[in-house]
């Protein structure tokens, strides 16, 4: 791996955003189901939450809390550009928009507008590949990416590509003015359903204290059949 990295190094970079297309083809399909569990160090301790998410091309997905029991029953529903969370102790749903998408999801180190993200990167934007290293004992492309458009969350991305699976193996998101807001760091990569997929990697708000958020898949679904109608608002209160 080590006279990979060092034929990488000698080699010409390839096209930025030829490399990108390439990482949204290989975790891209049409529908996915993913089982996960968010393990979270915050101030208050630790805590794992477990989900399922029903995820439909770029712009629609629902998510149940599956555990623990005081959060169980909690769903959210993403259609577009809207996002709606309903929380049974309560019985009440509540759109999330504005300010509010910046907040923490169960105290974890993502937040709301994390998980509204367009999951293709490519539609949100343009890519230089700018160097060569290695990682994880792989091969990897160096690649800075620049938010095609002001409204993106993060006006730029380092990535740290594998130069032979095409998955993000680390990143560092970055505001307008440079700062880094969040970095994530993959513990595990494993081959599901034909795909490369990291099923084990490690988040972290770089602006605020702790160990971060480690968010393990358990199981990952390309390309099923998902009801239509799960994607309403109605789907929130069954």
Do not use: C
């Not at 990488?8 to 930025?16: F, V």
């Not at 019985?91 to 998408?101: A, E, V």
């Not at 006006?155 to 590509?161: C, D, E, I």
Request: aromatic share 8%; charged share 30%.
């Amino acid at each position: 791996m080590i006279l990979l990295a060092l034929l990488l190094l000698a080699a010409d970079l390839p096209d930025g955003n030829a490399l990108l297309g390439r990482i949204d083809a290989n975790i891209g399909s049409e529908n996915k189901v993913i089982v996960a569990e968010m393990r979270i160090t915050g101030r208050r301790g630790f805590r794992t939450v477990r989900v399922k998410s029903w995820v439909s091309g770029v712009d629609r997905s629902f998510t149940e809390y599956l555990a623990p029991e005081r959060d169980k029953g909690t769903k959210m529903l993403k259609l577009g550009p809207d996002l709606w969370t309903y929380t049974p102790a309560t019985d009440r749903t509540i759109r999330i928009s504005g300010h509010m998408l910046r907040q923490s999801v169960s105290g974890s180190d993502l937040s709301y507008e994390d998980m509204m993200e367009d999951p293709k990167l490519a539609n949100l934007y343009a890519a230089v590949t700018t160097g060569a290293d290695s990682l994880l004992g792989r091969p990897v492309w160096v690649l800075d990416l620049t938010a095609k458009k002001p409204e993106v969350a993060y006006q730029s991305r380092r990535l740290w590509v594998d130069a032979e699976r095409h998955i993000v193996l680390k990143e560092g998101r970055f505001s307008k003015s440079g700062k880094l807001l969040k970095t994530s760091e993959v513990k595990k990569v494993e081959r599901r359903s034909g795909r490369w997929v990291a099923t084990q990697a490690v988040f972290r708000d770089a602006l605020k204290a702790g160990s971060g958020t480690e968010f393990v898949i358990e199981d990952i679904q390309f390309d099923v059949p998902i009801p239509e109608g799960l994607f309403t608002k109605a789907s929130l209160r069954r």
